[in-house]
C-alpha cells in the first residue's frame, strides 16, 4: 500500500524520507506522544526503525540510498501513522525505554513513563542498591519497567505483575529478548491477588491512571492503546487506591513503593490529604511519581482501615 502523494522517483536516500516524512507528518498534525514531541524525531523513529538502523549509526546511514521495495514499505507505514492514527511503535514493534530496546504491539501501552530516569539513578537515595534482592513491576504491560530494573539491580530477582494474559505474552517476549529468564518471571494476577506472602524490597508501578474526561477527549493515537491499561474510574484512582490499601503489606521492612499517577496526582492528593506522598522533581519532565515507605503505607492501610 503506497501512499499515492509519495513521490517515490525523487526521494532517494534515508535522509530524504526523514526531511519529507516530517513535513508530511506536520502537515497533517499528528500527535506526538509515545516517545517523541515534534514531527521531526517521529520522522526518524519511523524510518531508522522501519530500516533497523541503530540511532548510533544515523549519522554515517542518512545518505545511505534505498531500494524500491524499502521505499514502498516506507511510505506504506507513513500513510497509517497519517490515516489510521497508529503510533509509531506499534508500526515498527519496537519502543525505547531506559536505554533499552522493547518490542511492543497493541496488547500493551507504549512505553513512555518518567520512571525510567529514577531507574538509571538507581532510585537513589531511597533505596540501597546493594540491598535490593527482591523487586515488584506492578501493572508490568510490557515488562519494560521490571526488565530495566533487572539490569540496574543485578543481584535482584524481579516479578512482572498484570491482569492481562495478552500484556504478559508481550513482557514474557521481552524477558527473552534481553534474556533475563533466570531472574525475571511474569505473573498474571488482579494486583497484589496471587502474590500470597511475597515480600519486595522495592515496588514500582505505572499503573491505570486516566479519569473518565481525560480518557475520553485523548488524541486519535491513544486509542489504539488497551483501555485497561489506562482507564481507572471517574477520577483515575481505582487502581491506585488499592495499590495503597495493600503495598505495605507486600514490602520489607526498609522497602519503598514508587508509583506514577501522572494527571492524576492532584486528585490523589485531595482524597487522602494526610498521606505524606513525596511527589518527585524529575530532571527530564514528567510529573505524577511519588515515593512511599512502607511504615508510610502500613499506616495508611491502618487508618483507612478504622474508617
Known amino acids: 500500500m503506497v501512499n499515492p502523494i509519495c513521490p517515490i522517483d525523487e526521494l532517494l536516500s534515508i535522509r530524504d ?36 538502523i541503530p540511532w548510533e549509526r544515523a549519522e554515517q546511514a542518512l545518505d545511505a540510498r534505498l531500494t524500491t521495495e524499502e521505499k514502498q514499505h516506507l511510505s506504506s507505514l507513513l500513510q497509517y501513522r497519517i490515516r489510521d492514527r497508529v503510533p509509531v511503535a506499534y508500526l515498527i514493534n519496537t519502543a525505547w525505554f531506559a ?14 513513563s518518567p ?28 515488562g519494560c519497567i521490571g526488565i530495566a530494573c533487572a539490569q540496574a539491580f543485578p543481584d535482584a530477582n524481579v ?10 505474552e508481550v513482557a514474557a517476549i521481552n524477558i527473552r529478548k534481553h534474556h533475563l529468564d533466570h531472574r525475571v518471571t511474569a505473573i498474571e494476577s488482579d494486583l497484589f491477588a496471587e502474590l500470597k506472602g511475597a515480600q519486595y524490597d522495592l515496588i514500582v508501578s505505572n499503573p491505570p491512571y486516566v479519569d473518565a474526561d481525560d ?3 485523548m488524541p486519535v493515537e491513544y486509542q489504539h492503546e488497551p483501555e485497561l491499561g489506562l482507564a481507572s474510574g471517574r477520577d483515575g484512582l481505582d487502581c491506585i487506591k488499592r495499590i495503597l490499601s ?32 513525596l511527589w518527585l522533581e524529575l530532571e527530564r519532565g514528567g510529573h505524577g511519581v511519588f515515593v512511599l515507605t512502607c511504615a508510610q503505607l502500613k499506616q495508611f492501610a491502618d487508618e483507612s482501615a478504622c474508617r
Open 159 to 168: 516479578d512482572l505483575v498484570d491482569i492481562s494474559s495478552a500484556a504478559l
Open 246 to 277: 495493600q503495598a505495605g503489606q507486600h514490602l520489607t521492612e526498609y522497602g519503598v513503593l514508587v508509583a506514577e499517577v501522572g494527571n492524576s496526582h492532584t486528585a490523589l492528593a485531595l482524597a487522602f490529604p494526610k498521606v505524606p506522598f
Open 99 to 112: 536505554g533499552m530496546s522493547f518490542y511492543v504491539d497493541e496488547r500493551v501501552l507504549i512505553p513512555r
Open 215 to 217: 480518557l475520553k477527549n
Open 17 to 52: 524520507y526523514i526531511r519529507w516524512g516530517s513535513t508530511q507528518l506536520a502537515q497533517a498534525e499528528t500527535y506526538c506522544g509515545h516517545g517523541t514531541d515534534n514531527p521531526w524525531d517521529e520522522a526518524v523513529y519511523l524510518v531508522l526503525g522501519c530500516l533497523q
Open 115 to 142: 520512571i525510567a530516569e529514577l531507574i538509571e539513578r538507581g532510585f537513589s537515595p531511597w533505596i540501597c542498591g546493594d540491598e535490593v534482592f527482591q523487586v515488584l513491576d506492578l501493572c508490568t504491560g510490557s
